[in-house]
């Protein structure tokens, strides 16, 4: 793809001219949709992330005693209502 035409063709020291097909071109490119999938990867990422530090702080909860559970403030029926919960539930 020719991002300029042959009339558009830079003089000494200036910077090329763009012709209309060329800025057509350039908006119909495929940068759009790299970025649209940068995002939802990045927001596939965020959320397994989120999946993985809940599951894990409900094993840990899970492993803690009922004299700890006192100490957080925890009843053992809240806790054990959290840890049955599936990792994608808040």
Known sequence: M???SASSAPAAGKAPV???GSIAA???ATLGSATGLEHALGTLGRLLT???TRA???RQLAGLD???LRD???HEDEVHQEVSKPFWMA
């Open 50 to 52: 989120v999946w993985h």
């Open 72 to 74: 957080i403030g925890l």
């Open 18 to 20: 763009p012709t209309r």
């Open 26 to 28: 350039l908006k119909g």
């Open 66 to 68: 009922a004299r700890l």
């Open 56 to 58: 894990e702080t409900r």
């Open 2 to 4: 020719r991002a300029f």
